[in-house]
């Protein structure tokens, strides 16, 4: 399934200015898709991109967060959180900084 | 991946460059000359803190190096073969922990140049402390597991930084003698290229810690420079105390020269005269900022016996300035050039070894590094 990943104006230069990416996904053995295999794509696609979003160790970064079309993430299932045909993810920084 | 800086490249390439990290991104001072006017170009990576830039001028040409975060999108490392026309960020991430070691990079203190004689070598010490080894110019590194697995590691306490590993000393006569500093654990130091390390602290007092004179590490040193003429003296300014060694690290030796002035990040290395070292001493780890509202670089020429007060140039009236522990440095030239940057976004410069010196840039944002180098006729 392919997956539109939206981005932030400052992660555009990564991806050539591009303000959305599609993302392959193999979807699992139960058929579903969720954000963790989206960004699993990213960083076979696109890995300067998605270590801007996640750390070595597979942690989404503190001030960074996912939507689900309107759904952060956070108040739902994390990367765990399922993506259906036609959903968007969007990757959006958080309020925050000095 | 390559993004365009925010200034074109000079087609004059002598002269001197000052990269200075800030919290807010990179700034670039640029002489032609090294007379009197530096042009300050930035910022680059506008928002990002730049704790460590690094100059490595062994292949000839230089190739400077920034590690970088962002508050949102973390770490980043990159590097410029064209003096900072263009940045280079490799696809896949040049720096970052392996697999099994459950860790995350939070960030890069330190970028420095290997042996001499081994012109790809790099290292890099970040956060959480850990020491990174590039064999192909700073395109990658692995982590140094002799470190890591280092039984001490466990309880190394963060200093008010973080817990970083953030001077990285390659002995000049052989490069499998390394010499590291971690706040708050101390010296480290390595026989064999970095396999095996052990800590290298006696001598240093730890006046925050009970029964802190004869601790194994711990030590919260700030930062340490090795002597232009003998490779085994070593200078340390520690959050309580200036000390020297003799013996490459193996024991340390207050020096009490200053009267009063224990406290102070940086400690800089004349690049090429013997016994010559440089401190900028603060008042009290409480204030830490220039004593008495005086700006005042110290300069030792006999190894520590004795310490000059530098001051032309320097403001000496309501001047409370803080300059932090890679925020002071100097170039390759003989008599040296020392460039100091300040919390407060000031860059300070001399190019006579510290007799005079001279405002660079003002109204920058807080200032973490400096690095500076002569460039090729």
């Known amino acids: 399934m392919d997956v539109r990943v939206r981005l932030p104006a400052q992660l555009r230069d990564i991806v050539a200015g591009a303000a959305v990416v599609e993302v392959t996904v193999d979807s699992g053995p139960d058929c579903t898709t969720t954000v963790a295999m989206v960004l699993d794509g990213l960083a076979a696609q696109h890995p300067a991109l998605e270590r801007r979003i996640r750390d070595e160790q597979g942690r989404t970064r503190p001030h960074v967060n996912l939507f689900v079309d309107s759904d952060n993430v956070r108040d739902r299932d994390g990367s765990a959180t399922p993506i259906l045909a036609g959903e968007e993810l969007s990757v959006i920084p958080a309020v925050s900084g000095g | ?377």
């Open chain 2, 1 to 377: 991946m390559t993004i365009t800086a925010a200034f074109e490249r000079s087609r004059d390439t002598t002269g001197a460059i000052v990269l200075v990290g800030t919290t807010k991104g990179l700034f670039t001072l640029r002489c032609a000359d090294r007379g009197e006017r530096f042009e300050l170009t930035g910022p680059t990576f506008p928002g990002e803190e730049v704790y460590a830039t690094c100059i490595d001028s062994r292949s000839g040409a230089s190739r400077l190096f920034t590690g970088s975060v962002s508050n949102h999108w973390g770490p980043v490392l990159r590097r410029s073969d064209d003096l900072g026309a263009t940045w280079t960020e490799d696809e896949q991430a040049a720096l970052c922990f392996p697999d099994g070691a459950d860790a995350a990079l939070a960030r890069i203190w330190q970028l420095a140049p290997g042996p001499d004689e081994e012109p790809d070598v790099m290292y890099a010490g970040v956060e959480p402390a850990a020491l990174f080894r590039s064999e192909d110019g700073g395109r990658s590194f692995s982590l140094v597991r002799g470190l890591w697995d280092h039984p001490h590691r466990t309880q190394w306490q963060p200093g008010g930084g973080g817990l970083c590993l953030h001077t990285v000393l390659v002995h000049p006569d052989d490069p499998d003698r390394l010499l590291i500093a971690i706040s708050a654990a101390g010296v480290y130091r390595s026989d064999d290229g970095g396999t095996s390390w052990r800590a290298s602290n006696r001598g240093i007092v730890v006046e925050f810690l009970p029964d802190g004179e004869d601790l194994e590490f711990g030590q919260c040193v700030h930062k340490v420079a090795r002597d232009a003429g003998d490779p085994e003296r070593l200078y340390l300014q520690h959050h309580g105390g200036i000390y020297r060694s003799d013996d490459g690290g193996e024991a340390w030796t207050a020096m009490t020269g200053i009267a009063g002035m224990d406290f102070g990040f940086p400690v800089v290395a004349h690049p090429s005269r013997p016994s010559t070292a440089y401190l900028l001493p603060l008042e009290s780890d409480e204030f830490r900022c220039t004593p008495d509202g005086h700006c005042i670089v110290w300069r030792t020429t006999d190894a520590g016996g004795t310490w000059a007060p530098l001051t032309a140039g320097l403001p000496q009236r309501d001047a409370h300035l803080t300059v932090l522990r890679d925020a002071f440095t100097t170039d390759g030239y003989d008599p040296a050039g020392l460039y100091f940057g300040t919390r407060t976004g000031e860059v300070y410069g001399s190019t006579d070894d510290g007799d005079s010196w001279r405002i660079l840039a003002e109204h920058l944002p807080p200032v973490m590094s400096v690095r500076a180098a002569s460039l090729a006729d």
